[in-house]
T-cell receptor
Framework: KAGVTQTPRYLIKTRGQQVTLSCSPI?????VSWYQQTPGQGLQFLFEYFSETQRNKGNFPGRFSGRQFSNSRSEMNVSTLELGDSALYLC?????????????FGPGTRLTVL | AQSVTQLGSHVSVSEGALVLLRCNYS??????LFWYVQYPNQGLQLLLKYTTGATLVKGINGFEAEFKKSETSFHLTKPSAHMSDAAEYFC???????????FGDGTTLTVKP
C-alpha cells in the first residue's frame, strides 16, 4: 500500500504570498491531520479533516486554512505568509481518527519564507 | 486539556547500552499514548502505542514502553542501542479530543560507537 504523499517537498516563498500544500492519504483512510514543526515550537496541531469536514482545529490564526476532497485528499493554505511560517508541514492520515488510531505521517513539505 | 513533557532534549548513549527516554503526560481523561521516531528529512514513524490493556507495550526495532498511571509516565526503553537508533523521538498523547494529538518537544538520541 502506498504511504502518505505530500507535494511539493520543498517550497520557497516570500512574505505576503500565499501557498497551498497537498496531502494524499493512504488509500482507505478518511481522516487527515496537519501539523507544523519548527525548532522553536516543536510539533503543533493545525487541524484535522474527516469526510470533508473539519473536525478539530488547533490554535493557529485564520491565515491557515484547509479542506478535504471527496477522495480524502487534503490541501492546506497559508495566506499572507510571514517569516515565522517557515516550517516543516506534516500531514498524517488514519482510517478513523478515534483516539487510539494510528496516524501515518508523510515526509512533509518544507516551507521557507524569505 | 492534555500535555506532554519529555525530560532531556538530548540523550547520548554508547552502542550496546540501555536507551531510556522519559515522557510524562497530563490528561483530564484516560490517555492514549504514542512514541514516534523521526529521521532527518522524514516524517514521523510510529514505534508503539498504549490504548488500553497491558501496560507494557512492545514496539518495533526492539523498543518498549511502560504505562504507569500513578506516575503519569510512559518512558521508552531499549536494552541495547544500535547506531541506527540515532534519531529524534517524540512522545504524544491523545486525550478527550479525538483527532488532536499533543506532542512533546522531542528527544534527540545520539549513539556513540
Amino acid at each position: 500500500k502506498a504511504g502518505v504523499t505530500q507535494t511539493p517537498r520543498y517550497l520557497i516563498k516570500t512574505r505576503g504570498q500565499q501557498v497551498t500544500l497537498s496531502c494524499s492519504p493512504i488509500s482507505g483512510h478518511r481522516s487527515v491531520s496537519w501539523y507544523q514543526q519548527t525548532p522553536g515550537q516543536g510539533l503543533q496541531f493545525l487541524f484535522e479533516y474527516f469526510s470533508e469536514t473539519q473536525r478539530n482545529k488547533g490554535n493557529f490564526p485564520g491565515r491557515f486554512s484547509g479542506r478535504q476532497f471527496s477522495n480524502s485528499r487534503s490541501e492546506m493554505n497559508v495566506s499572507t505568509l510571514e517569516l515565522g511560517d517557515s516550517a516543516l508541514y506534516l500531514c498524517a492520515s488514519s482510517q478513523d481518527r478515534g483516539r487510539g488510531d494510528t496516524q501515518y505521517f508523510g515526509p512533509g513539505t518544507r516551507l521557507t519564507v524569505l | 486539556a492534555q500535555s506532554v513533557t519529555q525530560l532531556g532534549s538530548h540523550v547520548s548513549v554508547s552502542e550496546g547500552a540501555l536507551v531510556l527516554l522519559r515522557c510524562n503526560y497530563s490528561s483530564s481523561v484516560p490517555p492514549y499514548l504514542f512514541w514516534y521516531v523521526q529521521y532527518p528529512n522524514q516524517g514521523l514513524q510510529l514505534l508503539l502505542k498504549y490504548t488500553t490493556g497491558a501496560t507494557l507495550v512492545k514496539g518495533i526495532n526492539g523498543f518498549e514502553a511502560e504505562f504507569k498511571k500513578s506516575e503519569t509516565s510512559f518512558h521508552l526503553t531499549k536494552p541495547s542501542a544500535h547506531m541506527s537508533d540515532a534519531a529524534e523521538y517524540f512522545c504524544a498523547v491523545t486525550g478527550g479530543n479525538a483527532g488532536k494529538s499533543t506532542f512533546g518537544d522531542g528527544t534527540t538520541l545520539t549513539v556513540k560507537p
